[in-house]
């Protein structure tokens, strides 16, 4: 792993995009990483697009600006693609992960991206069949991890476990395992 | 890396800090600009875990005020609030200094309207900084909760009985995650001790009274012996801090020198822009380039001696400001360092920079531009502009 991984998340207001964030840092934590999770903060709505970013580092972390250069940016919803400027900044190098029923191919198309990698998963429709709605953002950790290989499948499984089994029922935490372990097996990449 | 790190935002790790430090009171507003740090410590109040009599007033002057007459009782004190609730407080915290009345506040910096805004600047709390209050700044929420602890028992040093207030910057601190170490229970109440109050107004066969008429026969005296106490406390802050690190294994002083004694050009910040900062130290280090950064932690009182010693043998410092002094020469940073290096034989050349008003971000670009800004500086020998804007739009 390179010395400081940047992730940025887009999603709109009540999707999980500021979760998942936090949840990415606490399975990184548990592998021992240092980790930031912050949300971009403005007129939060339901709906309205929005950002949160994640840190992770072999090193502890001292800086405490903007995530500019991203590394790993996720979309938790296409409608974004064409509103907002997913790729912006995004290194040579990096890898954009896209909650869409639509190919790889089909998004680098869209966006006319150069270089980088794109992955593509349906975590809404996985979310539905395993939670019984389309909150995607558990799902697409399993994706990122994936298309990333930045952390283990394990221990994501293990500590994701470990956070939720306090605060949901076992239908939801199962659910929520499913949709990651799906993800994981069903993102595709080019 | 120690299994007992936790990620938490720098709220939560300071209301962690009250839990473990369980005052006797805390009166606090619970609404916006207060911050979720009162409303984590508030569900410590319904799990019943800790003893706090927690008092939700109507407004931050309210808050200040019930603080005052519950440190004066005889009880240990806590408060946190955060911009337009510090300045609306503003009356009381004077009072609580002046009577002398060991109250710890937690704030979370944040800018103050107009026009409104939610993100971090240091004007807040640079507007109280001749409130008679001691103030600390921390970088991170690991120093945000360990400044918490260190505060009670310099407010509370008997030499000292004034109120800290220990800062965390708005949002970047206080609202994002962070890796954050807890000390264990029995070691905090250990540290901080039993609270022993001095003149409490509930001892009723000592009775007393706070803050009677005091006209121009006394109060300057008075005064007079305030300024003294603060003065006072800067050893104790050392002190605290020496022992702070036998149960923390983290150092703390003054301030923090980062790759500053041989250092050639350096960067004086407060609060989290000192961690983009190091950063950007470490990479200039990394091409050679001689630079380092001053970090403050104490900015009440101000310890101008020691930052004269650590900084006099630079050629050139750039002071950031995160809150502009409208009118003055430069920002309330500047002002005390360049007045402090007048006493030094050998001046650096320096400049400043406000920057951040409102949350506008301070990245490693920006801090890059400011020691290449110091190298020609040094080149040429002399300041062409003073006081610049970093990051704006003219």
Redesign the interface.
């Known amino acids: 792993m390179e010395k400081l991984i940047e992730v940025r998340w887009h999603g709109r207001g009540g999707q999980g995009a500021v979760t998942a964030s936090k949840l990415l840092a606490t399975s990184a934590l548990a592998e021992d990483m240092y980790i930031q999770a912050f949300p971009e903060y403005g007129p939060e709505r339901m709906g309205a697009p929005i950002q949160a970013f994640t840190r992770i580092s072999k090193t502890p972390i001292k800086i405490h600006c903007h995530v500019a250069n991203p590394s790993i940016v996720v979309v938790l919803d296409p409608t974004l693609l064409g509103v907002v400027d997913v790729t912006d900044g995004l290194t040579e190098d990096g890898v954009l992960i896209v909650n869409t029923d639509e190919t790889p191919a089909q998004i680098r198309e869209k966006l006319k991206l150069k270089g980088r990698k794109v992955y593509t998963v349906d975590a809404s429709k996985i979310a539905q069949e395993t939670l019984g709605r389309p909150l995607p953002n558990t799902p697409l950790i399993g994706a990122l991890i994936k298309a990333t290989g930045l952390l283990s499948l394990e221990s994501v499984l293990a500590d994701i476990e470990d956070k939720f089994k306090g605060k949901f029922s076992s239908k939801i935490v199962e659910g929520n395992l499913e949709a990651i372990k799906r993800a994981y097996q069903e993102v595709k990449g080019e | 890396?120690s299994k007992k790190?936790?990620?938490l935002t720098g709220n939560e790790a300071v209301a962690y800090a009250i839990k473990q430090i369980n005052p006797d009171v805390m009166a606090a507003y619970p609404i916006t600009p207060q911050t979720a740090l009162v409303q984590k410590f508030s569900e410590y109040v319904a799990d019943g875990l800790v003893d706090t009599e927690f008092i939700t007033v109507e407004s931050e002057h309210s808050a200040m005020s019930a603080c005052v007459g519950a440190a004066a009782a005889g009880g240990r004190v806590m408060t946190a609030t955060s911009a337009n609730g510090l300045a609306l407080m503003f009356e009381i915290v004077y009072i609580a200094a002046s009577n002398r009345l060991p109250i710890v506040m937690s704030v979370v910096n944040r800018a103050l309207s107009a026009p409104i805004n939610?993100?971090c600047d240091h004007s807040d709390t640079m507007g109280a900084r001749d409130s008679g209050w001691i103030q600390l700044y921390s970088e991170?929420a690991q120093e945000a909760y360990d400044n918490t602890i260190q505060a009670i028992r310099i407010a509370e040093h008997m030499e000292v009985r004034l109120p800290v207030m220990v800062m965390q910057?708005g949002?970047?601190?206080s609202?994002?995650?962070?890796?954050v170490e807890f000390i264990d229970d029995e070691k905090v109440t250990k540290f901080i001790g039993k609270y022993q109050p001095r003149y409490p107004l509930l001892d009723v066969n000592h009775p007393v009274t706070y803050g009677p008429l005091d006209l121009y026969d006394y109060y300057f005296e008075h005064k007079r012996q305030q300024a003294e106490a603060i003065k006072k406390s800067q050893k104790v802050v050392v002190e605290v801090g020496n022992e702070f690190k036998q149960i923390s294994g983290r150092e703390y002083g003054l301030f923090e020198e980062y790759h500053l004694s041989d250092a050639e050009r350096a960067i004086v910040a407060l609060s989290?822009?000192a961690?983009?900062a190091?950063?950007v130290v470490?990479e200039l280090r990394a091409k050679g380039e001689k630079v380092g950064l001053l970090k403050l932690r104490l900015f009440r009182p101000f310890p101008y001696q020691e930052i004269i010693q650590a900084l006099s043998h630079l050629k050139a410092i750039a002071i950031l400001d995160r809150s502009d002094s409208f009118g003055g020469f430069g920002g309330p940073l500047f002002t005390e360092i360049r007045s402090a290096l007048l006493e030094s034989e050998k001046i650096p050349q320096n400049v400043n920079y406000i920057y951040g008003l409102g949350g506008r971000?301070?990245?490693?670009v920006d801090i890059t531009s400011i020691y290449a800004d110091l190298e020609n500086i040094v080149k040429k020998g002399k300041v062409e502009e003073r006081i610049k804007y970093l990051g704006v739009r003219e």
């Open positions: 890396m790190i936790t990620a939610i993100h991170n910057d949002f970047i601190t609202h994002g995650i962070d890796c989290s822009t961690g983009t190091k950063q470490d971000d301070i990245n490693q």
